[in-house]
């Protein structure tokens, strides 16, 4: 499993980026969330945390070296690499896969490589979830919760990678779309994601996953009443976005071949894990 740090992963991004632009562009569209603010350093999200206290800023680079953090890390960075195996359709991709559809069914049943995909990015979150936060399961997902970027990790991911590819399923509610994910593709999930990070890894995502139904199905019905606001802003963005063709996003600077041009779960992850370890050091946990 190849390292990287929060620090190396972060400060690729900067606030011209499209994946940065994307991400303030569908945040400022849902009601609810903290206002999106960019940084791409712990000092930044000490800032957003902690209104950057030194002390917590040196105690959350200390558990940012701990080695759990370090794969979490590892995780938000392969969910945007279609070649780790955890997603098939990854960031703008899959918004652009959905723009492009033709006209017909929006639904888990008429897309079943687009919900496997989105059951192994729940996983991976899950995962993360697991690896970033101690205490009990429902302790993890309270403190995830918490944090502006968990708020935001899971928002994008009922709007990008639900609500907007099964929009057909949103009669029935967020819940009943959540439930019937999982149901109908949990063994392909467990199977795929148990390659990625062992039965071990899959054992603690799972056990986030059974309590963090409930609270994605909430991300999801907030998402819902916004689908329409979102795809107007993105289909105005993505014209503009789309002009960068095979060249990377600055932000990645690799070939767009090997990574989606948009690495929004990078982005986002990497955040999600640099506002753990300084809410962590704030709270003493």
Same mark, same amino acid.
């Given at each position: 499993?190849?390292?990287?740090?929060?620090?190396?992963?972060?400060?690729?991004?900067?606030?011209?980026?499209?994946?940065?632009?994307?991400?303030?562009?569908?945040?400022?569209?849902?009601?609810?969330?903290?206002?999106?603010?960019?940084?791409?350093?712990?000092?930044?999200?000490?800032?957003?945390?902690?209104?950057?206290?030194?002390?917590?800023?040196?105690?959350?680079?200390?558990?940012? =070296?701990?080695?759990?953090?370090? =794969?979490? /890390?590892?995780?938000?960075?392969?969910?945007?690499?279609?070649?780790?195996?955890?997603?098939?359709?990854?960031?703008?991709?899959?918004?652009?896969?959905?723009?492009?559809?033709?006209?017909?069914?929006?639904?888990?049943?008429?897309?079943?490589?687009?919900?496997?995909?989105?059951?192994?990015?729940?996983?991976?979150?899950?995962?993360?979830?697991?690896?970033?936060?101690?205490?009990?399961?429902?302790?993890?997902?309270?403190?995830?919760?918490?944090?502006?970027?968990?708020?935001?990790?899971?928002?994008?991911?009922?709007?990008?990678?639900?609500?907007?590819?099964?929009?057909?399923?949103?009669?029935?509610?967020?819940?009943?779309?959540?439930?019937?994910?999982?149901?109908?593709?949990?063994?392909?999930?467990? =199977?795929?994601?148990?390659?990625?990070?062992?039965?071990?890894?899959?054992?603690?995502?799972?056990? /986030?996953?059974?309590?963090?139904?409930?609270?994605?199905?909430?991300?999801?019905?907030?998402?819902?009443?916004?689908?329409? =606001?979102?795809?107007?802003?993105?289909?105005?963005?993505?014209?503009?976005?789309?002009?960068?063709?095979?060249?990377?996003?600055?932000?990645?600077?690799?070939?767009?071949?090997?990574?989606?041009?948009?690495?929004?779960?990078?982005?986002?992850?990497?955040?999600?894990?640099?506002?753990?370890?300084?809410?962590?050091?704030?709270?003493?946990?």
């Amino acid at each position: 499993m190849p390292e990287k740090t929060i620090e190396e992963i972060l400060s690729k991004f900067n606030e011209s980026d499209y994946t940065v632009k994307l991400c303030n562009i569908i945040f400022k569209a849902i009601p609810g969330l903290q206002p999106f603010q960019f940084y791409n350093t712990i000092e930044g999200a000490t800032e957003r945390i902690a209104g950057g206290d030194a002390s917590v800023l040196a105690k959350a680079k200390e558990i940012a =070296t701990t080695s759990d953090i370090k =794969t979490a /890390v590892w995780v938000t960075d392969a969910v945007d690499k279609a070649d780790m195996g955890i997603s098939v359709l990854t960031g703008v991709k899959n918004l652009m896969s959905i723009f492009g559809k033709n006209k017909g069914q929006s639904t888990i049943e008429a897309d079943p490589q687009q919900a496997i995909d989105a059951a192994m990015k729940a996983a991976a979150l899950s995962y993360i979830i697991y690896k970033i936060m101690p205490g009990a399961i429902g302790e993890k997902i309270t403190h995830f919760r918490e944090l502006p970027a968990g708020n935001e990790l899971a928002a994008y991911y009922a709007m990008a990678e639900v609500a907007l590819p099964f929009t057909d399923n949103l009669i029935s509610g967020g819940a009943a779309l959540i439930s019937r994910l999982f149901s109908q593709h949990s063994g392909d999930m467990n =199977t795929k994601f148990s390659s990625i990070v062992g039965g071990e890894g899959m054992k603690q995502a799972g056990q /986030v996953l059974e309590k963090f139904q409930g609270p994605l199905a909430e991300y999801v019905d907030m998402a819902k009443d916004n689908t329409g =606001t979102v795809m107007a802003k993105v289909r105005d963005f993505l014209p503009s976005a789309a002009t960068i063709g095979n060249v990377a996003d600055s932000a990645t600077g690799v070939a767009a071949m090997g990574m989606d041009v948009m690495p929004v779960w990078s982005f986002l992850g990497s955040r999600l894990v640099a506002e753990a370890c300084v809410y962590r050091a704030q709270k003493g946990l």
